[in-house]
């Protein structure tokens, strides 16, 4: 197989075999791998080069995911991974990682943190979201012991202030009490807020 090349936009560079656009590399990797311009080259040669491939777009594209906003390690090894496949993904972020460009304890900080004063969830349900970005126990608990969680004052703040003119029929009753279940409040502390804020529990 006869390889060649053409300079694309930036640092990119088009490789083609037998005169066929095959994939796209970094200026810094096709200089320096070692393969001329022209060369005949094997199997083996080619599936490095798109090994190579994979990785950068992965990395290049975990970069400009995290120029966005924070993501934990498996949530941005996930996402990655459905574009450009495991093996690629996981070096890509095996490299930002050590980088630190990803740090789970500093997102576990900041996603519990929003997830408790932005979307008002009670410990539980954070807990459940954490987990599933991939942090582990210990981070997580760890981190939840940092928020001045009182349930049941916050549930009654927000039927005081978010739910104060939602609350007139059972209907609508039930309806923010299953909201608050879904929110990881337990049915104990929505019953004590009701009562404190001297509303009536819904039936059933």
């Not at 993904?89 to 932005?118: H, N, P, T």
């Amino acid at each position: 197989m006869k390889i060649t090349s053409k300079q694309g936009n930036g640092n990119k560079v088009h490789i083609y075999i037998d005169g066929e656009y095959t994939l796209t590399l970094y200026d810094d990797y096709w200089y320096l791998c070692g393969i001329k311009d022209g060369q005949e080259i094997s199997d083996e040669q080619l599936a490095s080069l798109k090994e190579e491939a994979g990785f950068r777009s992965a990395y290049e594209k975990g970069i400009t995911y995290l120029s966005m906003r924070s993501y934990s390690e498996k949530e941005l090894y996930d996402k990655l991974k459905l574009k450009f496949g495991a093996d690629s993904s996981r070096k890509a972020v095996d490299k930002m990682l050590s980088r630190g460009y990803i740090d789970d304890e500093a997102f576990c900080k900041e996603y519990a943190r929003y997830l408790f004063e932005v979307k008002k969830y009670d410990i539980k349900r954070i807990t459940y979201e954490l987990k599933m970005k991939g942090i582990d126990g210990e981070t997580v608990n760890n981190t939840l012991k940092t928020l001045d969680n009182e349930p049941i004052s916050r549930i009654i703040e927000m039927l005081r202030t978010k739910y104060e003119n939602k609350l007139e029929t059972e209907k609508d009753r039930k309806r923010i009490v299953n909201r608050f279940v879904r929110m990881g409040y337990s049915y104990s502390d929505i019953k004590s807020a009701f009562y404190e804020c001297e509303l009536e529990m819904p039936k059933g």
